[in-house]
């Protein structure tokens, strides 16, 4: 039986522990043999699937299910895919839904997205289904602890998948699981783990990163047991309306970043490295990806010489762990502070440098997207750039100062400006093996930039 993957990520959901065999297991699509004889089937777990398109058959098929199979044996899912957003949950859930629909999806703005989302959840599942499990459960059930958690969400199904409960959801409060079906994510998802655990350790950090609450492993997975943080994305709230024509609340969230990064900071100790040495990996990562364009080999080699011209009498940096995705869709903004969540791409023993430069900028960016320029990242880099804007200009002033803290002078903003380009560049190449859009905006801006600075 070969799974689709939104297939695996529903069965994970429906048998957390992998109590049953894949033979257990009776995947039934709309259009195949839908026998209503279900006793015929009590050696099999069976999932029938419905697509959008289906809605009447599943209503029916719903109906005879509850009237042929004990209440006890059947489940009801839907399946919604929400913008990156997309989620798994029993159909007796709405409330849950409408309340994580609140908490972490985004603020509806045009007329037809608002009366889209108050469409019942029956209507927008991309598929719906329904679970009818076998008669006896298997003996080799060790615990129910996973069990109680039936709310899945994800933006990359091949990827992390959250599950909660919907009590947690409606409360505010409560645990959150980790997991993955992909046994090539679940070393980067122990990593994480490791991460933030490790982080967390400091007092400073405490509220500021998730809090592990444990660790579960079975023969197939690792599930990672956090505490629930209830709040909104930065990205979602520097885009409303309300921020966008207040620029001083878009400034006080770049400060709020700041005091972020400077408790962040704080906790690493130790030794000093040379600039040179900690933008090693950079050069060499880039020079690997981008060997065949001469320009960008150029704009490279110049870059090694002006840095290790300007970090001739630097003392060096303490290495960091460095997060490499703090953009505001990895902040939640709580009553008490800001939280950074997705740790898996965190490399330790680099510079502090880059992660600080995409935090603000790429806020300063998400505000410059809210106040109704075009969602790209190259024009409202560009817009950032010229410093007209009164929070592109407090931005820049961010930035001066966080490199006068590290002992640089402005004259050499333009060059750590380059080397931010490059280290964007090679982000998706790096943790994700391939190049993606953001990759290609990041090169583009890097070469008009070092033309302009004479670079190139």
Same mark, same amino acid.
């Given at each position: 039986?070969e799974?689709?993957q ?6 994970l ?23 209503? @004889? /279900?006793?015929? +089937?009590? &050696?099999?777990?069976?999932?029938? *699937? $419905?697509?959008?398109? =289906?809605?009447?058959? %599943? #209503? ?15 489940? @009801? /899912?839907?399946? +919604?895919? &929400?913008?990156?957003m997309?989620? *798994? $949950?029993?159909?007796? =859930?709405?409330?849950? %839904? #409408? ?19 108050? +469409? ?5 599942a ?9 008669n ?128 962040y ?19 060499n ?21 002006k ?39 965190a490399t ?21 997207i ?33 490199m ?53």
């Amino acid at each position: 039986m070969e799974l689709r993957q939104i297939e695996k990520n529903l069965l994970l959901l429906l048998d957390p522990y992998g109590e049953f065999p894949k033979e257990a297991w009776h995947i039934v699509h709309k259009g195949e043999d839908f026998s209503t @004889n /279900f006793d015929t +089937l009590t &050696d099999s777990n069976i999932v029938y *699937i $419905f697509d959008r398109h =289906h809605i009447l058959h %599943y #209503l029916f098929f719903s109906f005879i299910a509850s009237m042929k199979v004990p209440r006890n044996r059947v489940k @009801n /899912f839907y399946y +919604l895919q &929400d913008g990156l957003m997309a989620m *798994i $949950f029993p159909s007796k =859930h709405g409330k849950a %839904y #409408l309340q994580f629909a609140k908490n972490h999806l985004p603020v509806r703005i045009s007329l037809s997205a608002k009366i889209k989302s108050i +469409l019942p959840a029956i209507i927008k599942a991309e598929e719906r289904y329904i679970f009818v499990r076998k008669n006896k459960k298997n003996k080799q059930a060790k615990s129910d602890f996973l069990n109680k958690f039936e709310f899945m969400f994800f933006s990359n199904p091949t990827g992390k998948l959250l599950v909660t409960t919907s009590e947690t959801l409606l409360k505010g409060e409560g645990l959150i699981v980790k997991t993955t079906v992909n046994p090539a994510y679940n070393h980067t998802l122990l990593e994480e783990a490791e991460t933030v655990g490790a982080i967390n350790q400091h007092a400073e950090m405490k509220k500021r990163v998730p809090s592990i609450f444990k660790q579960l492993n079975t023969a197939e997975r690792s599930f990672i047991v956090e505490e629930y943080v209830k709040g909104r994305t930065l990205r979602e709230i520097l885009r409303t309306p309300q921020v966008c024509r207040n620029t001083q609340l878009t400034k006080n969230y770049i400060d709020k970043l700041t005091d972020w990064f400077s408790a962040y900071r704080s906790i690493f100790k130790g030794k000093l490295r040379t600039i040179s040495e900690l933008y090693t990996p950079l050069f060499n990562n880039s020079n690997k990806f981008y060997h065949n364009d001469s320009l960008v080999i150029t704009i490279i080699n110049n870059l090694q010489k002006k840095l290790k011209v300007a970090t001739t009498d630097h003392p060096g940096l303490t290495p960091i762990i460095a997060h490499n995705d703090l953009w505001p869709g990895n902040f939640l903004v709580t009553k008490q502070d800001i939280i950074a969540i997705d740790w898996e791409r965190a490399t330790p023993d680099r510079s502090e440098i880059f992660d600080y430069f995409w935090m603000i900028i790429s806020a300063t960016m998400e505000y410059l997207i809210g106040t109704g320029h075009k969602e790209n990242y190259s024009t409202c880099f560009r817009i950032f750039l010229q410093a007209e804007d009164p929070v592109c200009s407090y931005t820049y002033s961010k930035l001066n100062d966080f490199m006068k803290k590290i002992g640089f002078r402005n004259k050499n903003f333009s060059l750590f400006m380059q080397l931010f380009l490059l280290e964007w560049s090679v982000q998706g190449q790096t943790a994700l093996g391939r190049k993606t859009d953001m990759d290609d905006i990041a090169i583009k801006e890097l070469k008009k930039y070092s033309q302009k600075m004479g670079t190139n």
